[in-house]
């Protein structure tokens, strides 16, 4: 049976009352939250596919498995679906954009010569819709990246071409941060490594530093773009040795103060990202985050409202960083409707951040007094307050659909615009 509007209303009211009681005010809560954007992925919508007139197949260790009927074929259809996406999610939100998504009019543009003039229909259409874009290099499904090495290969012609892509790619993202008057992120990460054992760890290590500091040796204003770098524990084809480490890039942007990027796929599928939240922000100015899921290995798969998903939001709420956070998503999932995909994830993350800020004040003041079996309690407690019904009314206020109502949207678009592709 389908929330009304009283329903909603008076639902609110007691989980209103409800806190209160605990000392929140929920309204303040989804004020603050309408204010946090969420960087959709574009990839999601097309397979990572992108748009440029030649290239080598999906390379780099990436996998998108799946072939669920309406893929976007164009960039126009990539917009459209993005939009009706953003219809279904409260708040305002950002597109992350890779380089290959650029829109070349039929030229062969190769990497390295790409410029903001390919991206403008791109900014033009986040400004209409008042949203800020982020960017990214796209070092891989290309012939150079073919024996999956780029920043950091022997060959100094193929490491030169890659850092033309990436000092391309800052331009267009601060391009993109000018015009839309927020700043872009614009995050370098290469798919280096080896499957199995090297020899010599050192060596490409050093000539990705090198790389790097060409790439990044133009100052360009944090107000129209920020540097991130992004690390990574294995992948498929570098399962034994990747060249962007987690040691590697943290030193890097510690001494560069530069954002780290921190994807929650990216690390030993035991491993969680929260507890290294609080001990990079005290080194670098920001993070960047990419929201994903892996399953046994970096699969992005849809971020789902599970424990890990709530660890990085209370870490970032309970630690007041959130005004040093970019928030990202990072998966792709061919096997379901796309579109439901990112409505699913990212309004799940945007969840677990509601979650977060409506934890009860007694669980720090217990904590504090070391009273670790009240704070044990109160973490116990705190599952089953009525979240949901704040969420319910954020989404009305919002004017977008309440509970499962979202995904009778994506199923009437799906009949009416992918079945026709």
């Not at 060249?243 to 001494?255: P, Q």
């Not at 929201?291 to 849809?302: E, K, N, P, T």
Request: with cysteine.
């Amino acid at each position: 049976m389908p929330l009304t509007a009283k329903s909603i209303k008076n639902a609110y009211a007691l989980a209103k009352e409800r806190y209160a009681d605990l000392g929140l005010n929920t309204d303040t809560a989804i004020a603050t939250l309408a204010k946090i954007p969420i960087s959709l992925h574009c990839w999601q919508g097309d397979d990572v596919g992108g748009f440029e007139n030649h290239g080598t197949g999906l390379t780099g260790g990436i996998a998108v498995t799946g072939n669920y009927p309406g893929k976007a074929r164009n960039p126009e259809e990539l917009r459209a679906d993005v939009e009706k996406a953003l219809e279904c999610i409260p708040g305002r939100h950002r597109i992350n954009l890779h380089a290959f998504y650029g829109e070349f009019g039929g030229k062969k543009v190769d990497r390295n010569e790409i410029e903001p003039k390919h991206f403008q229909n791109w900014i033009d259409w986040a400004k209409q819709l008042k949203l800020g874009m982020d960017f990214n290099p796209t070092c891989f499904s290309h012939p150079k990246a073919s024996d999956g090495f780029t920043l950091s290969h022997t060959d100094r012609g193929i490491r030169n071409f890659w850092i033309e892509h990436c000092i391309a790619s800052r331009e267009i993202g601060a391009a993109m941060g000018k015009a839309l008057g927020s700043p872009t992120v614009t995050n370098v990460w290469i798919p280096d490594g080896y499957k199995d054992t090297p020899v010599d760890r050192m060596s490409p290590r050093k000539r990705l530093t090198e790389s790097l500091d060409k790439i990044f040796a133009k100052p360009i204003s944090p107000k129209v773009n920020l540097d991130a770098v992004e690390c990574k524990l294995f992948g498929i084809g570098s399962e034994s040795y990747v060249v962007g480490s987690h040691e590697f890039y943290l030193g890097y942007a510690i001494k560069n103060q530069k954002l780290l990027c921190l994807d929650a796929g990216h690390f030993h599928p035991t491993e969680g990202i929260a507890d290294k939240i609080t001990s990079t922000l005290l080194y670098v100015p920001e993070i960047l985050l990419h929201v994903s899921r892996g399953v046994r290995w970096d699969s992005d798969h849809v971020v789902v409202l599970d424990d890990a998903l709530q660890s990085i939001a209370q870490e970032l709420v309970r630690n007041k960083l959130l005004n040093r956070t970019r928030i990202g998503l990072d998966f792709f999932d061919a096997s379901i409707n796309r579109i439901a995909a990112w409505v699913i994830g990212t309004r799940n993350t945007i969840k677990s951040l509601l979650i977060a800020m409506l934890e009860p004040p007694s669980l720090a003041e217990a904590e504090r007094n070391g009273d670790f079996s009240a704070r044990l309690a109160w973490m116990e407690e705190a599952k089953s307050l009525p979240w949901s019904a704040v969420w319910d009314q954020y989404c009305t206020m919002s004017g977008v659909p309440v509970g499962e109502a979202w995904l009778a949207e994506v199923q009437g678009y799906e009949k009416t615009v992918l079945s026709k592709r």
